[in-house]
């Protein structure tokens, strides 16, 4: 999964849909995670650097983590990758 | 170097809550960098806002009202056309539209005013009530509709139409009704308004997006910016929006312009479902109330429509700025009642 190439994310947190106009905002943790996933860093990266950064267990991470995806799917954010042939 | 000037009339000058696209055009003009204008108000009642905007409005002249039919608009427009010199003149509204396409031969012949409308087939084939198979005719998807002349067939609609569905005005209006005693209600208060018949409309959720357009009478787009209603009034009205990057609306004002040499400006109102489907819901023959948001991206439709009115070729806009924004306000202005006098009494001001 990795959030839509048009998708515009200011540093203040501010997100941008530019194909339906639709606007939404996210706290600093967000911004962060939403720029490492655009970074296309895997889920595994993103749980060390997030729990290296701040006090936060594993199991809650992955908790926060899994809602805070659904709530980028339910938005519309997100698409899936394609799979690569071997 | 001095540009040259050019007389416009106006109409569309109210700017109530469900506003004329009248004022917006005037700014828009008042905008342009290929010409300065002289502005003609064009109004309707005394109490139209645009009519005491003097800053943007040079002088007012009363119109009689559509009803009233060609013959006396056009003795007025003679008088008006003697005092002003017009040049071209802008129909903003869909009920005058049909006296303004029939004398825009006249007008340019007997006076050389130009006027940039639709034919009357164009016109006519796009009415709400041959929407359904003018979008069928087009390939444009457009939810099932049909038209009813009496309160008694709102009784059997339960057997094509599930609801809730739309009943809708020929001219304006549209009430979404979810039990057949609300559709007679609404019948009744639509047909009082703007008389029959009533248009019956499936009602499709989604996103209410638009497009303003401009057609040059050859089967090319000029331009078109998409938008996305932001804040809706209880009237249905954008109060807000925000222009969007969607191809798909923008490739069906394309193919809806070249199918039909569409000639004029034009808004296109659309439904975006979930699933990415769009329905066209209706087709405004004329610029819309938020127009001045293309000049804000970059896209002056009507001083290109100004520039094609008067005999040029305009290339098409290439492109527009996507998130920009319009708010709506209301204003209030002080007038003297002077003023109001005036135009009430010598239809001018």
Redesign the interface.
């Given at each position: 999964m990795s959030i839509k190439k048009?998708i515009?994310i200011s540093e203040s947190g501010f997100i941008?849909d530019?194909?339906?106009?639709n606007s939404f905002t996210t706290n600093p943790i967000g911004l962060e995670i939403l720029q490492l996933i655009k970074e296309g860093r895997e889920q595994n990266e993103i749980k060390k650097h997030i729990t290296a950064g701040y006090h936060v267990d594993d199991n809650t991470f992955e908790k926060d983590f899994y809602d805070f995806i659904s709530t980028l799917q339910q938005l519309k954010l997100t698409v899936e990758n394609e799979k690569k042939n071997d | 170097m001095k540009k040259r000037t050019i007389n416009i009339g106006v109409t569309g000058l109210n700017a109530i809550d469900s506003p004329g696209p009248g004022v917006p055009v005037i700014r828009a003009l008042r905008e342009s960098t290929a010409f300065d204008v002289r502005i003609i108000g064009l109004s309707y009642e005394a109490m139209e806002p645009g009519i005491y905007m003097h800053d943007l409005v040079d002088k007012t002249y009363q119109l009689p009202l559509p009803s009233a039919g060609q013959q006396a608009l056009l003795a007025r427009l003679e008088y008006i056309h003697a005092q002003e010199k017009l040049d071209v003149i802008i129909p903003n509204f869909d009920a005058e539209l049909f006296n303004f396409i029939q004398l825009a031969n006249v007008l340019k012949s007997n006076y050389n005013i130009n006027v940039f409308v639709p034919t009357l087939e164009q016109f006519e084939a796009r009415q709400k009530v041959n929407l359904y198979e003018y979008g069928k005719k087009h390939g444009i998807d457009v939810p099932k509709s049909k038209t009813i002349f009496s309160v008694k067939d709102v009784y059997s609609l339960e057997q094509e139409f599930e609801f809730p569905y739309v009943i809708k005005g020929k001219f304006y209006d549209a009430i979404i009704v979810y039990s057949t005693d609300q559709a007679v209600a609404a019948f009744h208060r639509i047909a009082s308004k703007w008389g029959l018949p009533i248009i019956i409309q499936e009602f499709v959720e989604g996103q209410e997006v638009n497009v303003t357009a401009l057609g040059d009478g050859q089967g090319n787009l000029i331009g078109a910016v998409p938008m996305r209603k932001q804040y809706i009034t209880d009237k249905g009205k954008a109060w807000s929006g925000i222009s969007i990057d969607d191809d798909k609306m923008l490739q069906m004002a394309k193919k809806l312009i070249q199918s039909t040499k569409w000639r004029g400006g034009l808004e296109l109102e659309i439904v975006r479902t979930d699933d990415e489907k769009y329905y066209l819901l209706e087709i405004n023959p004329r610029f819309p109330a938020w127009v001045y948001l293309a000049v804000g991206c970059g896209q002056n439709h009507p001083e290109a429509l100004v520039r094609m009115a008067m005999g040029e070729t305009v290339a098409p806009f290439e492109k527009y700025d996507v998130g920009k924004m319009f708010v709506r306000y209301s204003y209030d202005m002080i007038v003297n009642l002077n003023e109001f006098e005036k135009i009430s009494i010598n239809g001018e001001l």
């Open positions: 048009n515009a941008f530019p194909s339906t106009g | -």
